[in-house]
């Protein structure tokens, strides 16, 4: 894998508020541009406003056959919360994650305050396709919230790792209205030349 290829193609479009999906069959490469991509001394000369950018890191094979999407936003809000330490925002973010279980409404309530404060968040998601056998996971109910609080706010975005593409996935879930991973910029590591 050509990584400073990919980190060009990923970076401006992260700059720009778009959505990622990393693809690739080899496992070990995807984990690594994932981690390489919240590497401060990465991004820190190729976003703006450096400060401002929180990536936490969650890998897919992390949630068990009985997790719930309740399960997946409350694992996500606290690795947020962690990578904020320090920041003004962090206690907002440690009561989302005790709050989300019982009111999935304050995902977008917390994400309207970090726009207008201007913090951008990234969730770097690892093999997403490790959903697809978690029917708990893999449903409109977290697939739908995911697409539409990643376009709504500016202040959070996405970055998932699969080895299935983009429209494999999207024939996985049969959800009304718009397929899942519509908003996703597809980037296939292995056409990236060395």
Sequence with gaps: ???????????????????????????????????????????????????????????????????????????????????????FWQPLLEQTAERVRVRPIESDRVLRRLDRARVRQVLLLDDLDHFVDKPKLFTPELLGPLRSLSSRHPSFSIVFSSARRLRELNREVMMLGSPPFNNFNEILIEELKD
């Excluded at 991509?37 to 991004?43: A, Q, S």
């Excluded at 719930?68 to 330490?85: C, G, I, K, L």
């Design 1 to 87: 894998m050509n990584e400073q290829a990919a980190l060009r193609k990923i970076f401006p479009r992260l700059a720009g508020g778009q959505n990622i999906a990393v693809v690739s069959t080899e496992d070990n490469e995807k984990t690594k541009l994932l981690k390489d991509i919240g590497n401060r001394e990465i991004y820190e000369f190729r976003l703006p406003q450096p400060d401002n950018w929180v990536f936490s890191y969650v890998p897919g094979d992390a949630f068990s056959l009985d997790d719930t999407p309740a399960d997946f936003w409350e694992r996500v809000w606290s690795a947020f919360a962690q990578q904020s330490v320090g920041r």
